[in-house]
Nanobody
Framework: QVLLVESGGGSVQPGGSLRLSCAAS????????MGWYRQAPGKQRELVAL???????NYADSVKGRFTISRDNAKNTVYLQMNSLKSEDTAIYFC?????????WGQGTQVTVSS
C-alpha cells in the first residue's frame, strides 16, 4: 500500500505562485508514474500534470508554461510548481501514483486563487 500526503495548498492572489508537494510511503517510489489531478466545484476531476518513472512529463493545455511537475526519488516526493495562477486554477489538487494495476490517491489539498 502506498500512502500519499499532499501539502502546500492555500490561498493566493491571481498571478501568484504555490508549490505543492506529495510525499509517498514505500520503497518503490521511483517505479511509479506520479500525477497531479484537480477538481473544481461542480466539475469533473482532470489531469493537470504527469511525470513518468522515466522522467517524461505531460501537462494539460490549460497549465502549460505555468506549471512544472518534478520528482525527487531520494525523498519519495513529487512536486507541482504553479506560477501565474489564475482564478480558474482554484480546485482541490490530488496526487496519484500509478504502476501496472495499482492506482493510489492522496486526500487532496485545496488551492484557492482569489483577489
Amino acid at each position: 500500500q502506498v500512502l500519499l500526503v499532499e501539502s502546500g495548498g492555500g490561498s493566493v492572489q491571481p498571478g501568484g505562485s504555490l508549490r505543492l508537494s506529495c510525499a509517498a510511503s514505500g520503497s518503490m517510489f521511483s517505479l511509479y508514474d506520479m500525477g497531479w489531478y484537480r477538481q473544481a466545484p461542480g466539475k469533473q476531476r482532470e489531469l493537470v500534470a504527469l511525470i513518468r518513472s522515466g522522467g517524461n512529463t505531460n501537462y494539460a493545455d490549460s497549465v502549460k508554461g505555468r506549471f512544472t511537475i518534478s520528482r525527487d526519488n531520494a525523498k519519495n516526493t513529487v512536486y507541482l510548481q504553479m506560477n501565474s495562477l489564475k482564478s480558474e486554477d482554484t480546485a482541490i489538487y490530488f496526487c496519484t501514483a500509478v504502476r501496472r494495476w495499482e492506482e493510489h490517491w492522496g486526500q487532496g489539498t485545496q488551492v484557492t486563487v482569489s483577489s
